[in-house]
């Protein structure tokens, strides 16, 4: 790791290769690993958006239960927080790119009683048994509250 910090530049990713010559790997190279292996038009923005979907879901999901909307909304603002510092970002660019709305208005309709119990709560509970093998319970669970609220 150290050989690797020492490397001049500032690209992210970059490496020696076998003549010992800087090689480097951009965010254009990924994107297209990305769509070859996957046969669709994905980017490391989806990964990371859904990164940032699951992230807030699951710390609205452990949330006690608020009494007021004003308590939601810094529940919330709290929680967007948390995932913009796991994600490098700030607050605003983490809500308005990395977190999918409809996560957040789930909670916010069900903040008045335990957090999300009848909604994203109930899904992060009993999505596993739809869940493909490969997909943790979260993101099964996230992926079926989006495809219900948007009705896909």
Not at 18 to 29: F, K, L, N, P, V
Not at 49 to 66: P, Q, S
Not at 107 to 135: K, M, N, V
Request: with cysteine; aromatic share 6%.
């Amino acid at each position: 790791m150290k050989r690797l910090q020492e490397l001049p530049g500032q690209e992210l990713f970059q490496y020696l290769d076998e003549d010992g010559a800087r090689r480097t790997i951009d965010s254009d190279d990924v994107n297209s690993y990305l769509r070859e292996i996957t046969g669709e038009e994905f980017s490391a923005k989806d990964f990371r958006t859904w990164a940032g979907t699951v992230l807030c879901a699951v710390a609205l999901r452990e949330l006690e239960a608020c009494p007021s909307e004003t308590e939601a909304k810094r529940n919330v603002a709290q929680v967007v927080k948390q995932v913009s510092q796991q994600l490098g970002n700030t607050p605003a660019v983490c809500r308005a790119c990395y977190i999918h709305p409809a996560v957040i208005e789930e909670y916010f309709e069900s903040h008045a009683g335990a957090p999300l119990a009848d909604g994203l709560g109930q899904q992060l509970e009993s999505a596993t048994e739809e869940a493909p093998i490969d997909r943790s319970s979260d993101e099964a669970a996230v992926m079926r509250l989006l495809r219900r609220r948007l009705g896909g």
